[in-house]
């Protein structure tokens, strides 16, 4: 990506919109004139005239901008960076973390801690895996260098604690088997690109 | 013109006069917290929020749960501050406030029913001192106000205090001279001091009412008015975001809840001049019973000021002195002058 | 020995020596070529072809063509490009993308040369076949779905550890298209071909591995195919923190790291994942590699117990230690023993101590002449007194590697038969003889290398005794002509065919016997089988082991070797007998038996200090100190401190009683003051290797010559040798002392090791007495030992075997059935 745009340090001169402004009077009389002008022009009146506006709006058609925060919640953007969602196959429900270890490196406040193992199915399991959210500082990387999108960030931003260190389980983000359906796929850091498809080289397999 | 036969009202006794000064602090105490609401509530709509929605029905018992708070704060005073007046100081302020209401016409009379033990049959009157000299009184209690702030700014070894009170002493002198000569001119007319002759003399109805024929000193009285109050956009007392707060930097708990009142009873008693002496009094108005409509148009000042403070920005001092010596003091003699041009001619 | 030549790569000229492998030549001077399945000091295999670059305008492969001087070798043209990116393409058609729990993590040679190359696209393919992982043997995990077929293991396994328990199997897979051969580059299709039609699998065809489970094959996969058990999936190798160190199980002290990580999510300490070297130079054993969980965990400082220590230690007679030691702390022993007076008792370095004393007065040397970096330079190699299999690894895989890459011969002269040590070469001659004759087999030595007029005139005549000329009847193969007619069938016609057919004559032939080969058990034909064997042979090389140095006449063998040494043109070099025995036997003043009260350090005592964490006072294991050890090698090599230890430590007695230093390792530099060693700050000593594999570790001991004194040793008496039952003090393969038994990775019990068919005979418990005393056991059965002679380990402290056995390696006991 260029970075043409952020080396131009003319503000002022690209998007803004200057206000216009009348002249300064310089005599008294301009100045009192000028408080003449801006008492009876009407302005204070238009100032009035907007937040009867918006009173009566929020009132009666319903405008009212209040959302009443515990009871009801706004959507969040699906690249929000909340507490991590561990997510799974969509076929066969087996969660996805592969246990490859690149969100531990990577992770830059070292919150992400995994322990693995051989397991019977000769596969590489994870046996133990915390995230303790007093350390994490949501920058996404962990989301970002998953190579199997299985850690993710999810929604759920109320993590307010009493304690500073607050563990979570693998089993505690991973999503429950029975949610399955409901399960999103992260739009955020680390998500396959729209023309992911058109970027890669597909080995030949035509034997 | 209904001609009110002094003789036949009962005589007003001690008891009386005090019952009404209960009625008057209680009710006005009571209406200044439900102002903070009523504020608080027109605010938010205005900005297209809820406001206070949690105490009670639509927040109505907030009052309520901010008295007992205020009440129930610690009342905390400053080691350096000077401790007396820092106490006292805001005693006068609401003292002030409510001394002044007492010239102020509040409820129709009205008799005890003889059945209440004690007190049955005292009568108590509309107007608790019913003074000849009622505007002059109410603006010289009004007056004396400043001396709260003026005194707790001082008194609380505190830098934004001091700037409080001094900014007190400036803007409240100051605009004391353009409400007298504002409301100069209707009394030239009506000839007297006393809000009930004032009251009298607007009973033709709507188009009786004072400021069609003093619109200049109407509009003049309402910007001292706010001035006096302490509003926006003249609320430079206790500016946040210049002086912290003001004079009440270092004042907390319930001492801080009396400048408040004191504010609000303030307010109400410029909602009621402004309602008696310029916009007709409580004169029935039609088929609308003269106490209904005398409460609706202080409301209406009341809730101008509100509305005001939703969409006003607040100006600087040097603006606000400008404002009052350049501006309103000329235009306010050149309007007494006028006024006493077209009275001789 | 080779001369120095200028060779010319890229342009560039560089001196190098002459018969180097051009691949050797260039990475010594840092110069990059890739190559996969090569590996310094083993023969070259030829599987990847990476390597191929262009010499004097000829393509070879510059790991199997040797430089000469004037050439010019260009490491890459366009060609050659070209054919190292297919053969990267090739190794990439169904390779797992697995590379995300793959074990190797990032280490991967394969990753490394497909990213190298520029690999971005695939243009072969081929249906893949299905491969299932497998365990070899208790510590050996094979993935061959992720394996390359470089091959690097089975030739590290046959050349350089000698067990060739590996080799390419059938995979059974697709044949390639032949079309293929003429639209792909050459050397891509040829590597394919093998690639596709092999795989590793165990050579004696059941699965499972037979061989010493060193691990040398896991630690030079170059992929994640071959993994310890163990570690199979435990951890990322970027998580693992390296520490270099020494080896502490026996005297060779290889170079190794311990590679460390917290032990998991709730316990925080460190843990000691694997064990890896740098194995291009140096080849560890099973101990070495595995046996690394020995640490003796100590949460805090008992300053109780330490207090009774210091208490001991001040009315302490005796101080008895093993070899399992640094430096330091044997130099801090002997300071006590300087300062107090007691006695210092180390059973297996008292016995080498004797002998090198013994040996260094002839010799006029301290110490002996080579090590074992130069016995794998020679290409004739003799063994004696040593249980080449199970005393010392490195000895073996020198043993084993001269016959491999020198195309060397060996003798190898022990009592105890053992059927792996015939396998390391064709040239490999075996002595089992009676115990108690090593003077013998030095005597043999003698007689067949040493230059006759260098020998003293008794000496000559001794040996002359020994010969005589006899006739002997021997059959021999004869090609015989003989003319047939046959008759053909269908034409009927007869024809004369002559077809030369082998036939056995029996001639007499006048042969020289000799009484030593025939009292040693050698065979009747050795003096031809030695003639074919002393073919090409220019560098001899002599291993003496530990029964040397625990013969009742050791000190003749030692004036033997040290003639030897001056006469055969032969080096010697001598295999201490546990970890730190050639340090001890150098800085210690050791008294031979035990006195009054004894404090035990890793020893029964009575007060007892221990690694091992059963003893009175906790000391820190050889993994959790810093300090040097003396290697076989006479090198003395630094080892770190790998796990963290909260107890006190040796040094701190020391302050305790007046004596010690403010840290173990400001014992390094006052080692000068013994004989040999040299003022090096600890941290000063560098540990590792340089790219041309030359070692670069601690210092070496000096080995200060003096006139060499009086050496005439005597003759030998045949009645020395032992009869009946024997049993002989020696370790099972991966067991040396306490700490590898400790860790859990290395299972060979304590138990009475015989052949299969004498552990048959004595059933499944015996109970061994000595004489002195009886040792109760179980019989484990050696697949690879031979004879009836039965091997006791002593590597568990308190078996107290060293006792049981007094003076001496093989014992005539009585075996009883329980």
Known sequence: MSLEQFKNRNVGSQTYKMIESEPTPESGMGRFGQVVKRTFKGELFVGLYVTMREMINALFIGEMHTVKYPLEKLPISPRYRAIHDMLRLLESGHYRCIGCGLCEKICISDCIKMDTRYDENQRKEVSEYTINFGRCIFCGYCAEVCPELAIVHGGRYENASEQRAGFSLFEDMLTPIDALKDQKEFDGFGAVTPNADNAIKKTPLAY | ???????????????????????????????????????????????????????????????????????????????????????VAPAITAATAFIALAAVPVFPDFTIPEWIPLLGGTFVPSIAADINIGVLFILGMMAAGLYGPLLAGMAQANKWGIIGSARTAIQFLSYEVVTGLSILAPIMLVGSLSLVEFNNYQQGGFSSWMMWQQPVAFVLFLIAGFA????????????????VSGYATEYSGMRWGMFFIGEYANMITVSVLAAVIFMGGYNDLGFIAGWL?????????????????????????????????????????VNVVITGFVMMV | MSNE???????????????????????????????????????????????LVEADGKRVYACNAKVKDGMEVTTSTEEILEERRAIMEVYDVNHPLQCGVCDQSGECELQNYTLELGVDSQSYMIPDTKREATDWSSVLHYDPGLCIVCERCTTVCKDMIGDAAIKTGPRGGTALDKGLKDTMPKDAYAMWNKLQKSVIVPSNGTGQTDCSDCGECVAVCPVGALVSRDFVYTTNAWDLKRIPATCAHCSSGCQIYYETKPTSIEDSSEKIYRVTNEWNYVSLCGAGRFGYDFENRVEGKDSEAFGSAVAALKKAETIRFNSVISNEEALMLQTFKEKRGVKLVNQDAYAFQKFLKAYSRPAGKLLYGSDFKEVMKSDFVISVGSALRNDNPNARYAFNNVQKMNKGAGLYFHPVGDTLVPTFGKNVECFAHKPGLEEAALYLILDLFAKKEDLPEKVVSYLDGFHSKGRKTIKERVMESITETVVDKETGNAKEVTKKVPKMVEKEVEVENNALVTLLGGSDSFADTFEKMMKKKERFSLIVGEDLYFHPKAENLAALLAMIESTCGMEVVMVPPKTNSLGVALICDLDESPAGYTVGYNEPGDFVLSALGDGDLDMPAMNQQEGTLTNMNKQVTPTNAALEYHGYELNDLMSAVGLGRHLTVDWTPALAEKRGFQAFAFDDLPNGYSNSGEEQRGYALKNPGKRAGNNMPQAFDEDMALDGEIAYRCNPQRQFNDFSDKAHQIFETFALYASPERAEALGEKVEVDFGSGTLACSVVADERMEGDIVKIPDFKSSKDIYTLFGRDRYKNVTIRKV
């Open chain 2, 1 to 87: 013109m209904e001609i009110v036969n002094v003789a036949v009202l009962p005589e007003v006794t001690s008891a009386g006069v005090i019952i009404k000064a209960i009625i008057i602090l209680a009710i006005i105490s009571a209406i200044a917290g439900f102002g903070t609401y009523l504020e608080r509530k027109i605010l938010a709509f205005m900005q297209r929020r809820l406001g206070p929605m949690h105490v009670g029905p639509y927040g109505l018992l907030q009052i309520a749960a901010d008295g007992i708070k205020l009440f129930t704060k610690e009342d905390i005073v400053p080691q350096n501050a000077n401790k007396l007046i820092f106490k």
């Open chain 3, 5 to 51: 030549i200028t060779i010319k790569i890229d342009g560039i000229e560089y001196k190098t020596q002459e018969g180097e492998y051009i691949l050797n030549a260039a990475r010594a001077n840092d110069i990059f070529i890739p190559a996969i399945c090569y590996l310094t000091r083993c023969s070259p295999t030829l599987a990847c072809r990476i390597c």
């Open chain 2, 228 to 243: 006096e109050t302490n509003r926006t956009p003249f609320d430079l007392l206790e500016h946040e975001a210049e002086v």
């Open chain 2, 293 to 333: 409509i005398v409460v609706l148009k202080i409301a209406f000042v009341f809730f101008l000021m509100l509305w005001v403070r939703a969409s006003w920005p607040h100006i600087r001092p040097d603006q606000l002195m400008w404002l009052c010596w350049k501006v309103l003091m000329p235009v306010a003699v």
